[in-house]
């Protein structure tokens, strides 16, 4: 008796599981989650417009932010509530996934209650107007479902609810701060001909000279390529985090530091010049930054701030040489008051090897000679130092001078003080600090020639 007293309390709970998702998947699913009968029904494209040809967008976010938007000549740009450059990445994601929209399955073809799906007054709008139509199209959505894997949906002139993806809450709600153009410097990069910093580091400014970089304050020197492009690249990808003021008067941006900025860099494009300008910290992660050609505060990350402190010497290569070992034709070396000059010449069987100058005729041993030029041209600088270091360089251990790619030369010297070497390049301002045991295996790779 008690067994089938059990069997029956485990069927009536059973039955009434039954009656509850039957009631619930009817009237209100849970949210596209697998069960109920139409749940392998076919996806329905929602709208019939080509992403291209849609020209104008208005978008309500969650929190009641409205966008207008509008594209002209293949460009995005909003025109409310203010009027500036779009993203286009963010707006195109928008037409995309309103052209290709799908409806997954409808909830319920006539509700007498759009509230409990979050449509009474919806969450989300969005309208847009496809070329050659006066009027709008909109879409309403809701909230997610229980299982949060889709949304609740409606079109205006129509009762029924139905269910498009989650993902899209994503795409559908931006507010007009996601849909502007976030970049903090608008230039062409390819045109930038001049880069100039200034700040707690001192003035640093890098020209473009005979399509290479030349740094030419604080003093003259080579520019690393990498790390120039590395600059333009870091501010040119570089996005506000907020919009703080937006028509600031000059009075007020000492209240951001904006007024004696913490550092500036400005890109020059022949006669254009865009300035960006960073004051103080906002917070933990964020400073206060401002273009300098519009009355917009804004902020950006630290590490912005951070990037853009560097030193000069930061910018320099730490190469001394730019030959190598394969393109050198012609190697002096300067010891004291004796130099040993060294010439690459082709012998009558086609193979190149090096001779001694003057006596052309004194073949030196190939292998060896290389051995020198490839110590020669690995050797880097540890590190940069001031005009007031002692150096040593006025009276040079050792001068070499190497002619390569037929017509281009550089000259480098080096000194001891102390424990110490310094090495100072033809062209370059100051000197560079490097490690002693490489121009020592440098000078004795050259005594095995010799």
Known sequence: MRGFRSTLILLVVF???LGYMYFFGAKKPAGADGTGPDAAAPKVKVFAVEADKIEELQIKAAGGERTTLKRANGAWSLVAPEQVKADDTEVTSIATNL???ERSRIVDDNPSDIAQYGLATPRVEVAFRKAG?????????????????DLYAKLPADK????????????FNRTPFDLRDKKVLAFDREKVTAVEVTGKTGPISIALAEAKWQITKPAAARADLAAVDGLIGRIQTAQMKSIVAANIAPKDLAKYGLDKPDVRVSLVAGSARASLAIGKTADATTA??????????FTVETSLATDLRKRADDYRPKDLFEFKPNTAVRVDFTRGKATMSFDKVKAKDGKEGWVRRPAASQQVDTAKFEAVLSSLSSISADEFVGPK?????????????VKYDQTRTETVTFARVGGNVFAARKGDGGAAKITPSRLDEFLKALDEVK
């Open 389 to 401: 270091e002692k150096t040593g360089l006025n009276a040079p251990a050792v001068t070499v001078v």
């Open 15 to 17: 039955l009434g599981l």
């Open 99 to 101: 052209a290709s929209l």
């Open 288 to 297: 206060y930054a401002m273009d300098e050609s519009r009355p917009v505060v």
């Open 160 to 171: 029924a609810v139905f269910l498009v993806a989650s993902f899209l809450d994503g795409t």
């Open 133 to 149: 139509d006066k009027d709008l199209t909109r879409i309403f959505l809701g909230e997610k479902t229980a299982t949060g894997t």
